[in-house]
């Protein structure tokens, strides 16, 4: 008789548990993707990425060495370039006028801030540098090397979306 009150007690519990299941993974479906796939179309990389949040491609520049940073976001379903991250004026890194604002780092180099450019079709193409160079992905503190996944190679980088790209 104890037993079958258990399990009468239990069993609201229970139900309400595996409700939350259902929900979590209804909106884990809902969620938009940082996918990063070979030529072949293979995945290589999938991240959760919800809405407002971002991420940066992170490099080492290939004459100077340093670190330069395209920092993007999912802005309502769409990638946007939001900023990138200059350390230096070295070839190939200049301000384009007209292109977001730039604004000191107080380290001798620069942030472009407010860019603000969605990217066509919420995906581009990128050949992956050597070890040498090693694009990475950044979010938050950690980093993902394509490098050493896919180097010298091309791959696509897209924000994917559960029902597709916004129109």
Not at 15 to 31: K, R, T
Not at 65 to 76: A, K, W
Request: aromatic share 6%.
């Amino acid at each position: 008789m104890r037993f079958s009150r258990l399990k009468a007690a239990l069993l609201p519990a229970s139900l309400l548990f595996a409700a939350l299941m259902v929900v979590d993974q209804a909106a884990a479906a809902d969620e938009a993707l940082l996918e990063v796939l070979d030529a072949g179309g293979e995945r290589l990389v999938s991240l959760p990425m919800p809405e407002g949040e971002g991420w940066c491609l992170e490099w080492n520049h290939s004459v100077e060495g340093f670190p330069v940073l395209d920092c993007y976001r999912n802005r309502e379903g769409r990638m946007v370039l939001v900023r990138s991250h200059l350390p230096d004026f070295a070839a190939g890194l200049d301000h384009i006028p007209g292109r977001g604002r730039q604004v000191s780092d107080g380290e001798g180099g620069y942030w472009i801030e407010d860019i603000d450019e969605p990217v066509p079709g919420n995906a581009y193409l990128l050949r992956v540098g050597a070890m040498r160079v090693d694009h990475r992905l950044v979010i938050d503190d950690t980093r993902t090397s394509l490098s050493r996944l896919a180097a010298n190679e091309r791959v696509t980088i897209r924000l994917a979306l559960p029902s597709g790209p916004p129109e």
